[in-house]
């Protein structure tokens, strides 16, 4: 489980990626987070999808486009 501080982190960043590169799928988003940190954090599965539902749950993202099992997650105005 995620400490609080390094859970708000993931938010804010979450959506800063959503912001400047559009729909990305929770694979996406854990690969751009590496490689942004060169390496030094990889967020997991169980980080990365509950912090989108939360997310998706307070209005922030919507899933804009499903292709098979993927899903694309998009920002909102209000995110």
């Not at 999808?49 to 486009?65: A, C, N, Q, R």
């Not at 899903?71 to 105005?77: G, L, N, P, Q, S």
Request: hydrophobic share 40%; glycine share 8%.
């Amino acid at each position: 489980m995620i400490s609080m501080r390094r859970r708000r982190r993931l938010r804010h960043i979450i959506l800063s990626i959503l912001s400047s590169k559009g729909a990305m799928t929770g694979a996406q988003i854990m690969r751009e987070i590496e490689r942004v940190t060169q390496g030094f954090w990889k967020p997991s599965p169980g980080a990365i999808y509950p912090t989108l539902d939360k997310l998706l749950e307070e209005g922030y993202v919507v899933i804009s486009k499903v292709d098979g099992s993927q899903k694309f997650y998009e920002i909102t105005e209000l995110g």
